[in-house]
């Protein structure tokens, strides 16, 4: 059998160069996105120092430049409540654990407003340390070692690290208390149920959600088959610590606004604006959540298992791609190894289980306009980067068990990945159809967007996903380019089209005749606007309409290779022809 021994000097060694690094590619990002610095003194004083060494260690990647930074956003609010916090435990809309830390740090750095990312940064360094911990806690130093290093020089990382976001120090107290609780349940002791308590106090006063992963693990331990290994009395003095340190802040919220759940609750009328709704009714987080699954269970059931198991996941790995292309998909494919992996491992089952309990806050808003952002679910990649190092660990350390494990048992793992792989499928490919009917029945919009689950829509005539910015899309590239629509009845409906013409210097408009089962609903003139999509809308009668299937065709009037617009598009070939961009139909019931 082979072993991967890893000293605790060699650890620390080697954690300290991985800190080093991961700081160095933020400071660089911070100076180059926000600098030059004049204050404080000693974040000037280093300005120097970290650009030469940057230009001779790290990438050459082009940061976006910020003149006035922290503007539109979160962060500007951290700094005001920062700057306005007298009482840490004062009723407040922002649990007080990120403001707390950004006014120690504007006071260590004269109240200059880069205190903010500095604490974000140092949050993001120590969401380091916390991984390597529970890869420890895990058997695995050296996965911990290494997906750690993975997510310090992941690109998108150190972009959303020097923000001034609080979610750095989110994924620090979730990913050290997945490590707390994991101790705890491993060996229960007075001193692990202090050190769990301490630091589920920590996770609940930077987002109250936190409660979400924490209860889990508290009903895992006291609610074991064997008496003899339930640690009640220290789950109970982890409870106690807890209370008495996060305890004093939802105190204050009842006393003060009647509500002690006040910093969350009062987030649900952002979010139902956000969905459209003029003048939300107050409403609690839980209530919000109910509400959303009485109105449409398949709608927020599609929306609530994407955000648990596919989008969190979707949107990582392209910052560790920036290092070497194909790297972010192999990384992928071991994740998702690592995770179906840990269902048979018993610490592995209790991190599966405070990562998806951990996610359940994200999965119901994520559809919501700005809910989507990949510094939401940092804390998620840390479980998955651990996953894939795990795995590689793993398949080296038991390199000879593996080899001489019966073909049976390898059997079972192929048909358990396939049997997973089809049930996904399946779920991916067929629930889109099912959530656009269930809208329609009752009466609601339906948008069916360019994207990975459109195949039921876009028949013939179209091209593969073209992506841009964060904009996904498909071309058509046949005269005659064909749809299809799944209306649940013949009635009138209004189809909503954001489509947009090749972009091409003095040509005359695009014209775009538009059928359904080859009946004439309209005819569209399309322009192209640099500041603007195209939304076009065409009435369908009810006579036009059949219950089930129905043809959505478009018949352009003009074809263009794409390399003559004035737009790149590099996954395109560019002698081919091309009518129109369509972003997304939305089919309105009248």
């Known amino acids: 059998m082979r072993h991967i021994r890893l000293s605790s000097v060699v650890a620390i060694v080697l954690l300290a160069a ?153 994924a620090f107290f979730a990913v050290l208390s997945a490590w707390a609780w994991l101790r705890l349940a491993q060996n229960a002791t007075d001193a692990r149920a202090i050190v769990a308590g301490l630091v589920g106090a920590g996770a609940l006063l930077t987002r109250i959600t936190s409660i979400m992963f924490l209860a889990p693990a508290i009903i895992f331990l006291i609610a074991r088959r064997n008496p003899a290994h339930r640690p009640l009395r220290q789950v109970g003095i982890a409870l106690g610590v807890m209370a008495g340190l996060a305890g004093p802040f939802f105190i204050s919220c009842a006393i003060a606004t009647g509500d002690p759940f006040y910093a969350i609750n009062n987030h649900t009328d952002f979010y139902l604006k956000r969905e459209g709704v003029a003048e939300p009714v107050p409403t609690t987080a839980v209530q919000y959540t109910i509400d959303k699954i009485q109105a449409r269970p398949i709608a927020a059931a599609d929306t609530i298992v994407n955000g648990l198991f596919v989008y969190p996941f979707a949107n990582k790995w392209d910052g560790v791609d920036a290092w070497y292309p194909g790297l972010g998909w192999a990384l992928a494919a071991l994740a998702i190894a690592g995770l179906v992996g840990w269902t048979w491992h018993r610490d592995g089952r209790f991190l599966l289980l405070l990562l998806l309990f951990g996610l359940f806050p ?130 009138p409906y209004t189809i909503v089209m954001r489509l947009h013409p090749l972009a091409l210097a003095g040509e005359p408009q695009q014209k775009v005749d538009i059928t359904l089962n080859d009946r004439p609903i309209g005819s569209l003139e399309l322009t192209w606007n640099a500041e603007r999509i195209g ?56």
């Open 18 to 170: 991985v800190l080093s690094y991961a700081g160095l590619l933020r400071l660089d990002a911070l100076f180059k996105s926000y600098g030059p610095y004049d204050r404080p003194q000693w974040l000037a004083g280093l300005q120097p120092a970290v650009r030469a060494t940057a230009a001779s260690l790290t990438p050459d990647w082009q940061w976006r430049r910020v003149t006035v930074p922290y503007v539109g956003g979160d962060p500007v609010n951290y700094l005001k409540f920062a700057r306005e916090m007298r009482n840490f435990y004062a009723a407040h809309v922002r649990e007080p654990g990120f403001p707390g830390a950004t006014r120690v740090a504007l006071m260590l750095n004269g109240d200059a407003d880069v205190a903010v990312s500095l604490t974000s940064i140092a949050f993001a360094l120590l969401t380091l340390v916390a991984t390597f911990a529970l890869g420890c806690a895990l058997g695995s130093p050296v996965a911990g070692l290494a997906a750690a290093m993975a997510l310090g020089i992941d690109r998108d990382a150190v972009y959303w690290a020097i923000g001034g976001w609080r979610d750095e120090m989110f």
């Open 535 to 590: 939304e076009y809308r065409v009435d369908v009668p009810a006579a036009s309409v059949e219950p089930g299937l129905n043809q959505l065709t478009f018949r352009s009037g003009r074809m263009t290779p794409v390399g003559e617009g004035r737009e790149p598009f590099p996954t395109m070939k560019p002698d081919q022809p091309v009518a129109f961009r369509l972003w997304y139909v939305s089919i309105v019931p009248r």
């Open 362 to 491: 994200f999965s119901v808003t994520w559809t919501v306009r700005g809910g989507a952002e990949w510094r939401l679910t940092l804390f998620a990649y840390a479980f998955q980067l651990l996953a894939a190092c795990w795995v590689v660990e793993g398949l080296v350390r038991n390199a000879d068990a593996i080899r001489t494990l019966p073909p049976r048992s390898i059997g079972r793992g192929v048909l358990l990945v396939l049997a997973l792989g089809l049930v996904f499928m399946g779920w991916t490919h067929a629930v889109p159809y099912v959530v656009v009917r269930e809208a329609l029945k009752i009466g609601q919009p339906a948008i069916v967007p360019a994207g990975l689950r459109d195949w039921w829509f876009f028949d013939e005539g179209w091209s593969r996903l073209v992506v841009t910015g964060n904009v996904v899309s498909r071309f058509a590239t046949e005269p005659v380019a064909t749809a299809r629509l799944l209306l649940p009845e013949a009635r």
